[in-house]
């Protein structure tokens, strides 16, 4: 296993079983962002092989320090980094190197070298993305979860200007030309909301205060909940996309290379010259064939009965959000089973949970079965070829 790796499962370890629960924003899902945003960012700025490893593993490493202390994650990071990275023998020069890509994540430390931009730069990446306002709906949770600080709506977006306008600058020049563009309309977004919210509370000032007190109160976790199950549906939607590409591409490879196999390979064992080839040639097609099946498996859609009684929907025990639960279903029945859901609130979250649940449980099914191909595939590709030359060999002697 190599050392990004057991650094990943490392981060996955502390950020799941030792992280508080209200860290719904600093989690292994923002972990998992900065990584993706710190290999893209390797490949804009050109980034070497040995650097781009430096970078990975303080991605992966950056926030593990919450797990000690919110104030001071950094330094506590630093230190588990390093404990982490001596137990698997990583040379001193490369640790130093980590944690001060780590320190640099310190929103008072200004980043000295192109590496601890590049931290620096992937660790603030959305704020140059589109989804910048649904996830700082997460950080501005997590701080009220965590009773660190509260905000109106119109001091969350002020709050948001001020950080984007006095506080946060991008480094490198990839993020500059790709992400700076989307961060000046998140901005003008914010501004136009701000805009908005203060005419209407112009018209009646003290009315306004006591709604949004009061909605402070009851709503804003609620958006919170809301914005948590939308990020993490899209993202289970992104690695599934993600499962059937890798698939599509092992049963292509494999539909060439049998197809090449039948056309000029096959045909050539009529001849008893060439009958020392046909062990090397059945192991080469029988691993491809097996590939493509589990390929296919491993896209192959699941559809279940699509039916649902009254009952079912009364005692909440139908997932009306998953289309196979109700696609054989009439459209009255499926309207007033949809009333009765949103009527629920616990009914209705029970749904969204379940969902994402269901969802967790294709993935995985997807990549266990993605992964044995990838395994069968390479090593059919090994044994075919020591096949053919200890064919070729012993046909030489």
Known sequence: MSIEQKAEDYAVSQLTKNLPKTFIYHNINHTRRVVNYVKELIEGEKIGAKDAKILELAAWLHDVGY?????????????????????????????????????????????????????????????????????????????????????????????????????????????????????????????KSLKKLKKEAKKDKLKAEEFNLKKQKSILPERGIETMFRVTLKNHITLSNIADTKANILLS???????????????????????????????????????????????????????????DVKQKKVNLLFFGNFHKMKLDDFEWAMGEMMQDRDYLYSSMKKDLYFLGLVLHKKYKILRITYTIFLVGIVVSVIAFALAFKSQGT
């Not at 989804?131 to 001091?155: A, I």
């Not at 020049?173 to 961060?183: E, I, L």
């Not at 494999?254 to 039948?262: D, G, V």
């Not at 050539?268 to 296919?296: C, E, G, Q, R, W």
């Open 67 to 191: 797990v000690k202390d919110n104030e001071n994650h950094e330094q506590h990071g630093t230190k588990m980094a390093r404990a982490f990275l001596e137990n698997e023998k990583i040379t001193e020069s490369t640790i130093n190197k980590i944690e001060k890509c780590i320190i640099a994540t310190t929103k008072t430390i200004e980043p000295t070298n192109k590496l601890e931009k590049i931290l620096v730069d992937a660790d603030y990446a959305h704020i140059g993305n589109k989804g910048f306002l649904e996830v700082s709906e997460l950080l501005r949770e997590e701080w009220e979860q965590q009773d660190l600080m509260t905000f109106t709506d119109v001091e969350w977006i002020q709050e948001n200007i001020d950080f984007l306008t006095k506080k946060h600058q991008f480094y490198t020049d990839y993020a500059m030309s790709n992400w700076q563009p989307v961060k000046d309309k998140n901005l003008a977004q914010l501004y």
């Open 253 to 311: 490879v494999n539909a060439i290379i049998i197809s090449m196999a039948l056309s000029n390979l096959i045909p050539k064992l009529d001849n008893p010259s060439n009958h020392y080839l046909i062990i090397p040639t059945v192991i080469f097609v029988v691993f491809s064939l097996a590939s493509m099946a589990l390929s296919v498996l491993a896209t192959r859609p699941n559809v279940t009965s699509g039916e649902f009684t009254k009952d």
